[in-house]
């Protein structure tokens, strides 16, 4: 780990082997925890590059715990997280409102490592119970329309890096492997990303990929479709620059997608959201993620469309009767 660690201090690039290789060696925990963290710690420092996100995807996905289910054809609904702007939990609402709108949803998220409340954090909080049970999950996905693929019950040679992560408490490499290493492998990607640099990182990582993609990143640093600024979208074939304007919604300011300080009023705002009590600027800020999200999946739909079905899906309460049905099924 010293040559190692050496070489990435003087600004060298692993390959997409040496990757993959370091990544085995962490999870078979041949290095120290200080030798971890001051890993970890380098692409803090510099971008880190195609080969070596390749490199860790492949080595994650080779130690993951895979789980197929018997449709394809499901989306994941994701952000990298690390943006620090404190927002709700808009894009696991937007899973919901998915679901609402009869798309199966397949979403792999973990607790919160720079924020207050991750996915799992807001999950396990509204009465969720993790599993990694196959049998269980699938009946989610029949009755509800949705699963949840919480990390560490998918990926378990990574749990020895968690308290690592924790007590680093900033963004690192494993917040972008989350997002592409979903074990059930989806059909279709929904992915926010912090910065226009990510974006064009994940857009070169996923043309190699078999997943239909779109990768959303709003100008002011949101890693989701904030309303607060434009939004870049981008896909396969098309690449987009959006205004609220251009959809139909009103500019957002910072403080009216605060997500609270504690994972108790991160859950408050999520029921309320589903519930029909949000305020409008939480509505249409999850109303817009899950349209790009629809839009992914059925392509030859416009926006508006997508829009529309995600605005019906949350204001007829659909969304909330998939959160129902999913709490019976566990």
């Known amino acids: 780990m010293k040559v190692l660690l050496n070489n990435l201090f003087e600004y060298r690039s692993l390959s997409r082997e040496q ?86 949803v397949t979403k792999h998220g973990n607790y919160g490592v720079s924020a207050v409340s991750g996915s799992s954090n807001v999950l396990d909080a509204i009465g969720y119970k993790f599993t990694n049970e ?93 309303l607060t600024a434009d939004f870049k979208l981008v896909s396969k074939n098309k690449k987009q620059l959006v205004s609220p304007a251009d959809v139909g919604f009103a500019r957002l300011q910072q403080a009216d997608l605060f997500g609270g300080a504690t994972v108790d009023e991160a859950a408050k705002i999520f029921l309320n959201v589903l519930n029909g009590s949000g305020t409008a600027a939480q509505n249409n800020a999850v109303i817009i993620n899950a349209a790009v999200a629809i839009n992914c999946v059925n392509a030859d739909q416009t926006l508006t469309d997508c829009i529309a079905q995600a605005n019906e899906s949350l204001k007829s309460k659909k969304a909330l009767n998939v959160y129902k049905t999913l709490l019976q099924h566990q």
């Open 134 to 226: 196959k049998a269980i999950l699938q009946k989610q996905l029949d009755k509800a329309g949705i699963c949840f693929l919480h990390a560490p019950l998918f990926h378990p040679a990574m749990k020895k890096v968690a308290p690592i992560r924790k007590e680093l408490a900033v963004r690192t490499f494993f917040n972008l492997l989350g997002p592409v290493v979903n074990p059930c492998f989806p059909k279709y990607q929904l992915l926010g990303v912090y910065s226009l640099e990510m974006l064009r990182l994940y857009n070169y990582l996923l043309q190699d990929v078999s997943t239909d993609y779109s990768i959303v990143h709003s100008l002011d640093g949101y890693d989701e479709v904030s």
């Open 19 to 104: 990757a993959k290789e370091v990544l085995l060696n962490i999870a078979s925990e041949k290095y120290n925890p200080v030798q971890v963290a001051a890993f970890m710690s380098v692409y803090g420092m510099r971008a880190i590059t195609v080969e070596e996100l390749s490199g860790f995807r492949d080595a994650m996905l080779d130690m993951c715990l895979k789980t197929e289910f018997e449709s394809d054809n499901s989306i994941d609904i994701v952000g990298t997280g690390g943006d620090g702007k404190d927002t709700f939990n808009i894009s696991t609402l937007a899973c919901f409102v998915v679901a609402g709108a009869g798309i199966n």
